[in-house]
């Protein structure tokens, strides 16, 4: 894999899924100059181009993971924004919105503009996520004025969830003045504190300190009353229970300002899978029940949840390879993200594949379009929704390898991104 400036890029008739295109659901060859969209059309023929060609190859707008952690500054080790710009490009992302749990966090204005700068020249859009409080302690608002107008695409205490409804009262009254969103992950910290998965039968037959349901539920209930109260735009990230969604769902209905985004791992696997101790299926919120798992998936089928959200979160050798209990939680999932989506929910129409990994999450966040339309600029995610592919440890990009989908059979495969004057292929083609 390899990224290339390219002049010229000539996609050979690829299926076009791109709801907002009038090209939409057809087959066309679309030609791209110095990053732009010049021409659509049934043949073009163009001897100086790159040209790119695959079997069922799908054009999408390109897509958009609005929670990754690439750790810098201050554990690189993990990863780099440098290496998470890889891992994203390998998963078909265009653009990824990082966290603020580095060290420093990411709570001023200044270090907002060092992630802006270390990803100016990188193939992947970086937005910065602004820290909520200072530090990230949950107690003083961060300078979310200064960090928005430096390049905050929105803020968050990423995986450290706010627990003070003063504070987020606070948040969601200061992001209104620009039209911001808060991102939160959904989790009362208090209950069951120490808990490890979801509290259930599998939890008492492995004898695993549990966290119930119920420490996600209170906190999306008590957010969507807190934004009924300041008319603000809350958005919650890796919705687990069905309860949650429903919730969400009700409070949408009423015109709330609330959105929800799932993991693909939430989908794909269930507590039942924790029978081998896997320490990288040791994540927050924690794996739920099969019922719940079927229960997500329907709801994502009927449009109830607005984007897929990947909750990368790199560890190295020694933070997993433990007992179950002192491993740190979290996967990484950028490049796996979409073939376990696909494998997980079969048969999500083009239009929801669109619209999951793209189009909602930039409507909800005010992202450019990514029209794929002649005249625009190139941002376009292609890949095969049709082929099989093995998920090994050479195609993770990113500097930890703590997956759960290495070495299984997945359906799905991302083929590359154009992204402007980049070109990033997973394969030569």
């Not at 679309?30 to 023929?45: P, Q």
């Not at 999408?60 to 993990?78: C, I, L, Q, R």
């Not at 990863?79 to 490009?89: D, H």
């Given at each position: 894999?390899?990224?290339?400036?390219?002049?010229?890029?000539?996609?050979?008739?690829?299926?076009?899924?791109?709801?907002?295109?009038?090209?939409?659901?057809?087959?066309?060859?679309?030609?791209?100059?110095?990053g732009i969209i010049v021409r659509i059309a049934d043949s073009i023929e163009d001897a100086d181009a790159r040209t790119i060609s695959a079997p069922s190859l799908t054009a999408s707008p390109?897509?958009?993971?609005?929670?990754a952690h690439f750790n810098d500054p201050g554990t690189e080790y993990k990863e780099t924004i440098e290496s998470g710009s890889a891992a994203a490009a390998a998963g078909g992302f265009t653009?990824?919105?990082?966290?603020?749990?580095?060290?420093?966090?990411?709570?001023?204005?200044?270090?907002?503009?060092?992630?802006?700068?270390?990803?100016?020249?990188?193939?992947?859009?970086?937005?910065?996520?602004?820290?909520?409080?200072?530090?990230?302690?949950?107690?003083?608002?961060?300078?979310?004025?200064?960090?928005?107008?430096?390049?905050?695409?929105?803020?968050?205490?990423?995986?450290?969830?706010?627990?003070?409804?003063?504070?987020?009262?606070?948040?969601?009254?200061?992001?209104?003045?620009?039209?911001?969103?808060?991102?939160?992950?959904?989790?009362?910290?208090?209950?069951?504190?120490?808990?490890?998965?979801?509290?259930?039968?599998?939890?008492?037959?492995?004898?695993?300190?549990?966290?119930?349901?119920?420490?996600?539920?209170?906190?999306?209930?008590?957010?969507?009353?807190?934004?009924?109260?300041?008319?603000?735009?809350?958005?919650?990230?890796?919705?687990?229970?069905?309860?949650?969604?429903?919730?969400?769902?009700?409070?949408?209905?009423?015109?709330?300002?609330?959105?929800?985004?799932?993991?693909?791992?939430?989908?794909?696997?269930?507590?039942?899978?924790?029978?081998?101790?896997?320490?990288?299926?040791?994540?927050?919120?924690?794996?739920?029940?099969?019922?719940?798992?079927?229960?997500?998936?329907?709801?994502?089928?009927?449009?109830?949840?607005?984007?897929?959200?990947?909750?990368?979160?790199?560890?190295?050798?020694?933070?997993?390879?433990?007992?179950?209990?002192?491993?740190?939680?979290?996967?990484?999932?950028?490049?796996?993200?979409?073939?376990?989506?696909?494998?997980?929910?079969?048969?999500?129409?083009?239009?929801?594949?669109?619209?999951?990994?793209?189009?909602?999450?930039?409507?909800?966040?005010?992202?450019?379009?990514?029209?794929?339309?002649?005249?625009?600029?190139?941002?376009?995610?292609?890949?095969?929704?049709?082929?099989?592919?093995?998920?090994?440890?050479?195609?993770?990009?990113?500097?930890?390898?703590?997956?759960?989908?290495?070495?299984?059979?997945?359906?799905?495969?991302?083929?590359?991104?154009?992204?402007?004057?980049?070109?990033?292929?997973?394969?030569?083609?």
């Amino acid at each position: 894999m390899h990224n290339v400036i390219q002049m010229k890029v000539l996609l050979q008739q690829v299926i076009i899924n791109d709801p907002r295109s009038p090209f939409n659901g057809s087959t066309k060859d679309i030609l791209i100059i110095d990053g732009i969209i010049v021409r659509i059309a049934d043949s073009i023929e163009d001897a100086d181009a790159r040209t790119i060609s695959a079997p069922s190859l799908t054009a999408s707008p390109g897509w958009v993971d609005p929670f990754a952690h690439f750790n810098d500054p201050g554990t690189e080790y993990k990863e780099t924004i440098e290496s998470g710009s890889a891992a994203a490009a390998a998963g078909g992302f265009t653009t990824v919105f990082v966290l603020p749990n580095t060290k420093p966090a990411v709570d001023s204005k200044s270090q907002v503009e060092y992630v802006v700068a270390k990803a100016a020249k990188l193939p992947v859009n970086i937005w910065p996520i602004g820290a909520v409080s200072r530090q990230l302690e949950g107690k003083d608002l961060a300078e979310m004025y200064d960090m928005r107008a430096s390049g905050a695409i929105a803020f968050s205490d990423g995986t450290n969830p706010i627990q003070s409804s003063g504070l987020l009262v606070k948040a969601l009254l200061y992001v209104k003045t620009f039209d911001g969103v808060v991102i939160q992950l959904p989790d009362d910290t208090s209950i069951a504190a120490h808990g490890l998965m979801h509290e259930g039968i599998v939890s008492t037959r492995l004898g695993l300190q549990a966290k119930p349901m119920l420490a996600e539920e209170l906190i999306v209930s008590r957010d969507i009353e807190l934004a009924r109260y300041t008319g603000s735009h809350i958005h919650f990230t890796g919705v687990s229970s069905p309860k949650s969604i429903e919730y969400i769902q009700r409070a949408k209905e009423a015109g709330l300002k609330v959105s929800c985004s799932v993991t693909p791992y939430h989908l794909f696997f269930c507590d039942e899978d924790l029978q081998e101790y896997d320490s990288n299926l040791k994540v927050n919120p924690p794996l739920r029940t099969r019922n719940d798992m079927m229960a997500l998936r329907e709801s994502l089928r009927k449009g109830h949840i607005d984007c897929i959200a990947t909750h990368h979160q790199p560890h190295n050798y020694d933070a997993k390879v433990l007992e179950f209990e002192y491993a740190k939680f979290g996967m990484i999932s950028l490049e796996s993200c979409f073939a376990a989506l696909h494998t997980a929910v079969p048969g999500l129409s083009p239009e929801q594949i669109a619209n999951l990994f793209s189009i909602n999450a930039r409507n909800l966040f005010k992202l450019p379009g990514a029209l794929i339309q002649e005249g625009q600029v190139a941002d376009i995610t292609l890949y095969e929704p049709g082929a099989e592919i093995i998920f090994t440890k050479e195609m993770v990009r990113s500097k930890s390898s703590n997956s759960p989908f290495l070495d299984r059979l997945l359906k799905g495969a991302v083929t590359g991104i154009v992204n402007g004057h980049h070109l990033i292929l997973n394969k030569a083609l």
